[in-house]
């Protein structure tokens, strides 16, 4: 397993994918905005989600 989450930031909001495996998408994508601390928090989250 060789899991990758892929990162589109811009200005205010970014959208999140992550993978599992090549060709293997985890869940759907997602964004989060940038003016909401709690959504950033999010990120920190997202290794330990896929590798559980």
Do not use: C, W
């Not at 990758?4 to 992550?18: F, N, R």
């Amino acid at each position: 397993m060789n899991p990758v989450i892929g990162l589109d930031i811009s200005k205010g909001e970014s959208q999140v994918q992550a993978f599992l495996d090549k060709g293997k998408p985890y869940r759907k994508s997602f964004s989060i905005k940038h003016a909401n601390l709690v959504d950033l928090s999010v990120y920190t989250k997202i290794p330990s989600r896929i590798l559980s």
